[in-house]
């Protein structure tokens, strides 16, 4: 089980980035935000994150992220998927 209340976890979960333990994740921006009728929220956001290492070309991709947050079941379902349509190094 969770060692912290359902409310804190999921809180942090929302707000994971910015992160400075991982700088990788550059970029979030919320595509939608809505309540259903049952009162659980449904998120849409886009992560933008570069990959690479110091002093090389770094690549850019993006992640399209869905969660919807029950609570009442207290239940979290989060759906991560790569969306870059091609890979760019800068």
């Known amino acids: 089980g969770l060692r912290h209340p359902w409310d804190t976890v999921i809180k942090a979960a929302m707000r994971k980035y910015p992160n400075p333990m991982n700088p990788c994740v550059v970029g979030v921006d ?3 935000r809505s309540l259903d009728n049952q009162g659980r929220l ?16 770094r690549t850019l991709t993006y992640i399209e992220e869905h969660s919807v947050v029950d609570p009442v079941e207290k239940k979290m379902e989060l759906c991560s998927t790569n969306v870059s349509d091609s ?4």
């Open 30 to 32: 919320v595509l939608d």
């Open 42 to 57: 449904h998120s849409h956001r886009l992560l933008s994150t570069e990959w690479g290492l110091p002093r090389t070309s």
């Open 87 to 90: 890979v760019r190094s800068f």
